[in-house]
């Protein structure tokens, strides 16, 4: 009996919660290819890593229907179905691959940003 495909519906986010919504076979994959900054511009430009939500299906078409769904919403629907299952918006992959990615470097301080007169 041949095992079921699954499909995946995600969204992953940044500190900002600046939101990405994708559809994958291989959710891991997926995940780690946005880790690394492998999985396109918008995600790798904006640090979006963190997996905040994620549903699946056997079914490609509705896989993908379900994907065009969200990113239709409103930015509010999105975020309710965030916290729907993930309130505190906790990386749901964060101990997938046995590390952590570093954390972004702090901004600059006043004083690192202020021009010295000496």
């Known amino acids: 009996m041949a095992k079921t495909k699954q499909y995946y519906v995600y969204l992953l986010s940044n500190r900002s919660k600046t939101?990405?919504?994708?559809?994958?076979?291989?959710l891991e994959r997926r995940a780690f290819q946005h880790k690394q900054k492998l999985a396109g511009h918008f995600s790798a430009k904006y640090n979006i890593m963190q997996?905040?939500?994620?549903?699946?299906?056997?079914?490609?078409?509705?896989?993908?229907a379900r994907e065009k769904q969200?990113?239709?919403?409103r930015r509010s629907k999105k975020?309710?179905?965030i916290q729907s299952m993930n309130p505190?918006?906790?990386d749901l992959s964060a101990n997938w691959f046995g590390w952590q990615p570093a954390p972004p470097a702090p901004g600059p301080t006043e004083r690192d940003s202020s021009t010295s007169s000496e």
């Open 19 to 26: 939101l990405y919504v994708g559809v994958t076979d291989d």
């Open 70 to 73: 969200i990113k239709g919403w």
């Open 88 to 90: 505190e918006w906790r």
């Open 79 to 81: 975020i309710d179905l």
């Open 51 to 64: 997996l905040v939500y994620f549903e699946t299906t056997d079914d490609v078409r509705a896989a993908i």
